[in-house]
């Protein structure tokens, strides 16, 4: 059983555009929501997280938006740089420090 | 300040033979967690430990698999009697504390031949 969500599996997007990836959870016990950045034959490094009591989350170029009613919560990429080709992992948790539930990863390649 | 280091980074074994997977967290983090990652998939967690406990190993398979985390030295993950579906990428990540997010090691890819 998927505890988490993630959509699209892989997406192409052209320089300079934006880039949209999506999740969704069903426990309402989750209550911390990271997400990662994966380069090949690296481990996960995290990107920016948030947790259910603000809508969105702003760091640099990358920002999660949160949606509580609606159990999602999506990672957008301004100004997409070939440089952010990676596969992006949503995650959830309980709390920060238990484990965490991750998505199954969506595969982004930005074309110059 | 190094991050957490994992190893051997990759590993190659033949069925029935033992894997011992290494992961030295953090300095200053006292919380290990160990995932598992299968091509094209997500990671899924496997065990989570304190030093010198096993806290959470709901996600650890019951048999041929174990994990320790001593009080000196890395926490180790031990699979036992290999068989080809063990082949993965096994992913340590450390915290600081209980309520503190989770960093990840580079992985250590295991080929079961």
């Known amino acids: 059983q998927q505890q988490v969500k993630q959509s699209p599996q892989s997406l192409i997007v052209q320089k300079g555009g934006i880039s949209i990836i999506n999740c969704a959870y069903e426990n309402t016990a989750f209550d911390y929501f990271p997400w990662y950045q994966q380069f090949p034959g690296k481990g996960p490094a995290l990107l920016i997280a948030?947790?259910?009591?603000?809508s969105e989350k702003k760091e640099g170029r990358f920002t999660i938006s949160f949606n509580k009613s609606a159990k999602q919560f999506s990672l957008h990429i301004m100004d997409s740089q070939p440089g952010d080709s990676a596969t992006y992992f949503c995650?959830?948790?309980?709390?920060?420090?238990?484990?965490?539930?991750f998505g199954t990863g969506t595969s982004l390649t930005v074309i110059p | 300040n190094a991050g957490v280091m994992q190893n051997p980074r990759h590993l190659v074994r033949r069925r029935g033979q033992e894997a011992r997977l290494r992961c030295s967290p953090m300095?200053?983090?006292?919380?290990v967690y160990w995932y598992r990652q299968l091509p094209e998939e997500g990671l899924k967690f496997m065990v989570y430990?304190?030093?010198?406990?096993?806290?959470?190993e709901s996600g650890m398979p019951k048999e041929r698999f174990s994990a320790e985390f001593p009080k000196e030295g890395p926490s180790i993950l031990r699979i036992q009697q290999v068989v080809r579906g063990d082949s993965a990428a096994y992913f340590c990540a450390s915290s600081e504390g209980l309520e503190e997010t989770q960093y990840f090691g580079p992985g250590t890819r295991l080929l079961v031949l």
């Open positions: 995650a959830a948790s309980p709390f920060i420090g238990n484990q965490f539930y």
């Open positions: 948030i947790r259910p009591d603000v």
């Open positions: 300095k200053g983090h006292s919380h």
């Open positions: 430990l304190q030093k010198e406990n096993i806290i959470d």
